[in-house]
């Protein structure tokens, strides 16, 4: 009888990578929007552990929101569509909006996400990523902070999922299944 093949993980970027880089992105969002009161809008379910991190080393007045997005489904290719499963519920107009992304792949959310904040006007948006995927990711847009730039690989942790799985470990690790 065929067996079943199992997932397996090889760390990829560890806590302590992660924890540092984290804290040099806030520094550098400390220092961007002193005397800003920014909306950081963290996108679901993926950036959740992400943004609870850069929060807690944000100095600067802030509120936060949060959007629910699908464009993967259970698989490790996306659909090609994207779904808001939950809305907004602050207003945009005339505030400073950070959008905080888990990992930006092909591209398709951030442009959903640039689309719908700009409808409503804000003074200003930019886009943090903890992960950029530079080989597919075909933006005409630039994404303002990242956090690491990675190949074309399927990695989960740190709030990054595989059919809703592994969001809960602490490092970053490579999913060969
Ligand atoms: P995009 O719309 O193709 O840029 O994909 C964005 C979303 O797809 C992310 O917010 C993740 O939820 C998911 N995603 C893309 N690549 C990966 C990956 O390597 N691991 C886990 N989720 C991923
Ligand atoms: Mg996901």
Known sequence: ????????????ISKEKIAKRVSQIAKQINKDYKGKKPIFIGILNGSFVFLSD???????DCEIDFLKLSSYGDEKITSGKVKML???NCEIKGRDII???DIVDSGLSAIFIKKLIEKHKPA?????????????SNLKFKIDYIGFEIENKFV?????DYAQKYRNLKAIYVLNC
């Open 54 to 60: 850069i929060i807690r080393e944000v100095n600067v």
């Open 156 to 160: 989960v942790g740190y709030g990054l």
């Open 1 to 12: 009888m065929p067996q079943k093949k199992q997932n397996q993980l090889t760390e990829f």
């Open 86 to 88: 939950k809305e907004l």
């Open 124 to 136: 200003s948006m930019k886009f943090i990523t903890l992960l950029f995927k530079k080989n597919i």
């Open 99 to 101: 959008v905080v992304e």
